[in-house]
């Protein structure tokens, strides 16, 4: 099934070329306008078509629940190692700053409410959705992008096989899910390890970095930060299979598509994040 779509207007455009040259500028622009706004929304026409029929794919459940076990594997527990690495370092880097930017007389505490808010609020979330979209996003967009030039998916169609709900609801849902686990690993990682180099390499006391991570603490922060991996793993799955879905060209029609969906991805994610921020930042005042 394809999802490009062509407009189709008049059978012959009078060239620009021929038009006075005066009016040749304008003409010009306006047609160059209409370009762009006519290929914006085929696009996302084709995108809602694509999430209309990724949707009716959920009622394929016995095609859907092995695969999803599978992907959950694949892009939760096997990125593991690569999300605590990178939220070790941002935790103790976080922590090491905060506590060489303040200046005399500012309680030692601020270190851990410093460390908490932003590795909680912001940089768990944030970070694991960006890493991620490295690892697990052009991954899916390499494998379905393959398996489309290289009629897989057609194979798919000929056999009675759905290949949404094969390809692309299993990695929507594992994605979906995962994407929290790992934020909630991240931000215990991040904090635990800027509580650690907090008490080892600096004269923050254990009890001063407890009593900030403490303070003013609200359980809604915790579910903002889960809310914002729920919309990053949605993203990161909806968009990159989108782009391996509609892959073209063979090999290097691959590649192209792989490397615009890791930057629509994470464009798309910093978007979501700025989104949510205005919407739910009212709600985490303590």
Known sequence: MSYSFRYQG?????????????????????????QFWRKLFSQIGARGY????????????????????????????????????????????????TRYQL??????????????????????????????????????TAEIGTMRVTEQIDALE????????????????????????????????????????????????????KEGVRLAFGTFQVVYSLMKATFFGMAIAFVCTYEGYITTAGAEGVGRSTARAVVITSVTILVLDAITAFLFAPFLQA
Do not use: C, K, W
């Open 10 to 34: 008049a059978p012959e455009n009078r060239p620009t070329e021929t038009f006075p040259v005066v009016q040749r500028a304008s003409i010009r622009f306006f047609r160059r306008m209409t």
């Open 50 to 97: 694509y999430m209309r029929d990724t949707l009716r794919g959920l009622r394929e459940f016995d095609t859907v629940a092995h695969e999803t076990i599978r992907q959950m594997r694949v892009i939760g527990v096997d990125s593991v190692p690569l999300t605590v690495i990178v939220a070790a370092f941002i935790g103790g880097v976080m922590a090491l700053q």
């Open 103 to 140: 200046f005399a007389g500012v309680e030692l505490s601020l270190v851990g409410l410093a460390t908490r808010q932003v590795i909680i609020l912001e940089l768990g979330p944030l970070i694991t959705g960006l890493v991620l979209t490295g690892r697990v996003g052009a991954r899916m």
């Open 158 to 209: 000929t056999l009675s096989y759905d290949p949404l709900a094969f390809l692309v609801v299993p990695r929507l849902i594992a994605a979906t899910i995962m994407l929290p686990v790992l934020t909630i690993l991240a931000d215990a990682v991040g904090v635990g390890m800027g509580y650690f180099i907090a008490v080892t390499a600096t004269d923050i006391t254990s009890q001063d970095f």
